[in-house]
C-alpha cells in the first residue's frame, strides 16, 4: 500500500499537461501534522483561555449587579436600563387581532396574532429575509421595507377577501424593534444605537416609532402603530400570559438581553414622571452593552478582542460579543486562524475559504458539539464540504471540545446576567422562572443546562430555584398582547398620563 499522504495540489508534467492530485488521509499516525497529543497540549492552552471558574462568576454578578442599579438610578448609562411603558402583567383575558412586525437580527416577519383570552391564540405570519445591504443602506428605506411586507401581508390575509378587516377599519399594530431604544411613550423609541451588525444609516439618535409612521402613510395602510416594543420585553409578556410564573426574560439569539417587571419606586430616574409608586413596569436591560468601552469585567481573550475591534462598533455590546450567536462562529473561526498560522492544522492544504471574517456559522458548533458518530462525521461534512478542507480525527476531537468551551463559556456568563436580575429583584429564595428564546438557547444542544449550572456555581444549591423554559414568541404573540394592553389602557383614558 502507498504511504499515506494528505491534501491536494498539483503538478505539471514537461509535456506541459497539469495533473491534480487528491488524496485522502488513510492513517493519520504517520501524518506530518498535528498529533492527538499536540492536539490536546493546544485544548488545554484554550482551556484555560476559556474556561469561567464560580469564583470568577461570581464577581461578574456583583458588578453585574451594580451596572443595573446605576442604569436604573442615572439616565444615559452603558447597560441603560429602559422603562418600556408597559405597565405591569398581562391578564391573559387580551383578546382581538392585532398585527405584529418583528425587526429582528436576520429576518423581518409579521404576524397576525389572534388572542382568543384564557392564555390562548392563534398566529399566521410570513417572512421575509434581509439582505446585508439593506441593513446598512438608509434607514428610511429600511422602514419603507417593513411597510412594504406589511402591504403584501395584509392584502393577502386581512383583506375583506379574507374576511378579517372592514372597510375603514384599522388594525393595531405591536412593532418589535430588537434594537436599544431610549423610550418616553410606549410609542415612542429613539435609537441609542444599532446592534447585530446594523448599520442603516440616518437613524441612530432618531425616533424610529415616527420613521415608521412615515413609512406607513406612504403605503396608506389601515394600520395605528400602537406599541413598539423590544423582542425581550415581548417575551417577558407572552411567557406570562401563558405561565404566570414567568419574573424574567431573556433572548440568546443573534443578539443578547434581558427584560424583567420592575417595582416603578425602584426606577429613581423616571421619579420626575410622578409615576404611581404601586406600579410595576417592564424594564428593557439592553445588557449586551454590559462592560463596553471599558472592559474591566469581562474575560476577553486576544480572539474577542479581535471580533470587537473588527466589528462595526468596536468597544460596543462587550457582553453580547461574547455570547450571542451573532459571535461564536467568528471566535472559533480565529483560533483555528491562529493555528493555521503557527503551522498546526491543514498542512499543505488551501485554507482561504476558511479564511474569511464571519464564514464560520455558529450552527456549526451545534453541529459539532451533537455529532454522535465515533468519527465525527458531522465534523467531516463541515469541513470538507463548506470549507474544502480534510481533518483527522485528532483535529476533529480539538474542534469539537473547543465549541464546547466557546458555548459553554457563553451559557456561564449568560448565568451572570440573569444571576444579577435574581440578586437585583430578590427572587433566590422564592425562586422565579425565566421565559427563554433565541437560536442559541433552543438550538445550541445543552445551552440550557449549562446556563443551569452556573447558576448552581453562582448561587449553591439554591441556583435550583431559577429555572429557563422555552419562552412564547415574544416578538410575534408578546407584541399583539402588549398592543392589546396598551390599547385597554388607551380605552381607559390612562395613555399618556402614564
Ligand atoms: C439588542 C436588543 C435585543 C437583543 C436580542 C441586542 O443586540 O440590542 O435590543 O433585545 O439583541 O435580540
Known amino acids: 500500500m502507498p504511504a499515506s499522504r494528505r491534501g491536494s495540489g498539483s503538478f505539471t508534467l514537461t509535456t506541459?499537461?497539469?495533473?491534480?492530485?487528491?488524496?485522502?488521509?488513510?492513517?493519520?499516525?504517520?501524518?506530518?501534522?498535528?498529533?492527538?497529543?499536540?492536539?490536546?497540549?493546544?485544548?488545554?492552552?484554550?482551556?484555560?483561555?476559556?474556561?469561567?471558574?464560580?469564583?470568577?462568576?461570581?464577581?461578574?454578578?456583583?458588578?453585574?449587579?451594580?451596572?443595573?442599579?446605576?442604569?436604573?438610578?442615572?439616565?444615559?448609562?452603558?447597560?441603560?436600563?429602559i422603562p418600556t411603558y408597559v405597565f405591569g402583567w398581562p391578564t391573559g383575558q387580551e383578546k382581538g387581532d392585532f398585527l405584529a412586525l418583528d425587526l429582528g437580527g436576520t429576518n423581518l416577519r409579521v404576524c397576525l396574532v389572534t388572542l382568543q383570552g384564557e392564555g390562548k391564540f392563534e398566529i399566521s405570519q410570513t417572512k421575509y429575509r434581509l439582505s446585508e445591504e439593506q441593513k446598512q443602506d438608509d434607514g428610511q428605506k429600511l422602514f419603507d421595507f417593513c411597510a412594504e411586507c406589511l402591504h403584501t401581508f395584509v392584502e393577502t390575509n386581512t383583506g375583506e377577501g379574507a374576511g378579517q378587516l372592514k372597510p375603514g377599519q384599522s388594525l393595531p399594530l405591536g412593532f418589535t424593534f430588537s434594537y436599544p431604544c431610549s423610550q418616553e411613550r410606549i410609542d415612542h423609541g429613539e435609537l441609542i444605537r444599532w446592534t447585530k451588525g446594523f448599520g442603516a444609516g440616518n437613524t441612530e439618535g432618531r425616533d424610529v416609532a415616527e420613521m415608521f409612521k412615515k413609512s406607513l402613510e406612504k403605503y396608506q395602510l389601515p394600520i395605528k402603530l400602537t406599541a413598539l416594543i423590544n423582542d425581550t420585553t415581548g417575551t417577558l409578556i407572552a411567557s406570562h400570559y401563558v405561565n404566570p410564573k414567568t419574573k424574567i426574560a431573556v433572548i440568546f439569539g443573534t443578539g443578547c438581553n434581558a427584560a424583567y417587571m420592575e417595582r416603578v419606586k425602584d426606577i429613581a430616574k423616571i421619579e420626575h414622571l410622578g409615576i404611581d409608586h404601586g406600579a410595576e413596569m417592564a424594564i428593557n436591560c439592553e445588557w449586551g452593552a454590559f462592560d463596553s468601552f471599558e472592559h474591566e469585567h469581562l474575560p476577553r481573550t486576544k480572539y474577542d478582542t479581535i471580533v470587537d475591534d473588527t466589528s462595526n462598533k468596536p468597544g460596543e455590546q462587550a457582553f453580547e460579543k461574547l455570547i450571542s450567536g451573532r459571535y461564536l462562529g467568528e471566535i472559533l473561526r480565529l483560533v483555528l486562524c491562529e493555528l493555521i498560522d503557527e503551522g498546526v492544522l491543514f498542512l499543505g492544504q488551501n485554507t482561504y475559504k476558511l479564511e474569511k471574517p464571519y464564514c464560520f456559522d455558529t450552527a456549526f458548533l451545534s453541529l459539532m458539539e451533537s455529532d454522535p458518530t465515533d468519527e465525527l462525521?458531522?465534523?467531516?461534512?463541515?469541513?470538507?464540504?463548506?470549507?474544502?478542507?480534510?481533518?483527522?480525527?485528532?483535529?476533529?476531537?480539538?474542534?469539537?471540545?473547543?465549541?464546547?468551551?466557546?458555548?459553554?463559556?457563553?451559557?456561564?456568563?449568560?448565568?451572570?446576567?440573569?444571576?444579577?436580575?435574581?440578586?437585583?429583584?430578590?427572587?433566590?429564595?422564592?425562586?422565579?422562572?425565566?421565559?427563554?428564546?433565541?437560536?442559541?438557547?433552543?438550538?445550541?444542544?445543552?445551552?440550557?443546562?449549562?446556563?443551569?449550572?452556573?447558576?448552581?456555581?453562582?448561587?449553591?444549591?439554591?441556583?435550583?430555584?431559577?429555572?429557563?423554559?422555552?419562552?412564547?414568541?415574544?416578538s410575534g404573540v408578546g407584541s399583539a398582547i402588549i398592543a392589546a394592553m396598551t390599547k385597554h389602557r388607551k380605552d381607559a383614558g390612562l395613555y399618556l398620563n402614564v
Open 377 to 474: 462525521l458531522m465534523v467531516i461534512g463541515i469541513f470538507t464540504h463548506f470549507f474544502a478542507l480534510e481533518t483527522t480525527l485528532a483535529e476533529r476531537q480539538f474542534f469539537r471540545a473547543l465549541a464546547k468551551l466557546i458555548g459553554r463559556r457563553a451559557a456561564r456568563l449568560s448565568s451572570c446576567g440573569i444571576a444579577a436580575i435574581v440578586n437585583k429583584m430578590g427572587y433566590l429564595e422564592e425562586g422565579c422562572s425565566v421565559g427563554a428564546d433565541g437560536s442559541l438557547y433552543n438550538k445550541y444542544p445543552g445551552f440550557a443546562d449549562r446556563v443551569h449550572e452556573g447558576l448552581q456555581d453562582i448561587f449553591g444549591d439554591k441556583g435550583r430555584n431559577i429555572v429557563t423554559h422555552h419562552a412564547e414568541d415574544g
Open 16 to 81: 506541459g499537461q497539469t495533473i491534480a492530485i487528491h488524496t485522502r488521509t488513510q492513517d493519520e499516525e504517520d501524518l506530518p501534522h498535528a498529533t492527538k497529543k499536540t492536539m490536546a497540549d493546544h485544548l488545554r492552552k484554550y482551556e484555560s483561555l476559556f474556561t469561567l471558574t464560580p469564583q470568577r462568576m461570581r464577581m461578574i454578578v456583583e458588578a453585574f449587579t451594580e451596572t443595573l442599579e446605576l442604569g436604573l438610578n442615572k439616565p444615559n448609562q452603558i447597560v441603560p436600563m
